[in-house]
């Protein structure tokens, strides 16, 4: 399974930004996907994650801005990020993973969201 993510890229303060993540090849049964950053010098963080037919989870930094969603049809998670901020500034990793059996864990390449004037 390999994960594509897109839709990265440079925006101004306030700005909007979809980040799409399609994985090739199948998914075994339910699992959470989710969203990742990693910010210059810092540790990756989970911005924000959805199991399947659960409820969403998100970061207390992008609560009420970030949205998470996910079509099944097309084994892709996307992720509305509003009124981005400088601090938002990362690279942003999608993850798809099943903690139990047959378990698996799934990392896309990861792209890079810059937010500045």
């Known amino acids: 399974v390999q994960l594509q993510a897109s839709g990265g890229g440079l925006v101004q303060p306030g700005g909007s930004l979809r980040l799409s993540c399609a994985a090739s090849?199948?998914?075994?049964?339910?699992?959470?996907m989710g969203w990742y950053r990693q910010a210059p010098g810092k540790q990756r963080e989970l911005v924000a994650d959805?199991?399947?037919?659960?409820?969403?989870n998100y970061a207390d930094s992008v609560k009420g801005r970030f949205t998470i969603s996910r079509d099944d049809a097309k084994n892709t998670v996307y992720l509305q990020m509003n009124s981005l901020k400088p601090e938002d500034t990362a690279v942003y990793y999608c993850?798809?993973?099943?903690?139990?059996?047959?378990?698996?864990?799934?990392w896309g390449q990861g792209t890079l969201v810059t937010v500045s004037s």
């Open positions: 993850n798809v993973r099943r903690t139990y059996y047959p378990a698996y864990n799934y």
């Open positions: 090849g199948s998914i075994f049964g339910l699992n959470t």
């Open positions: 959805i199991p399947s037919g659960g409820s969403t």
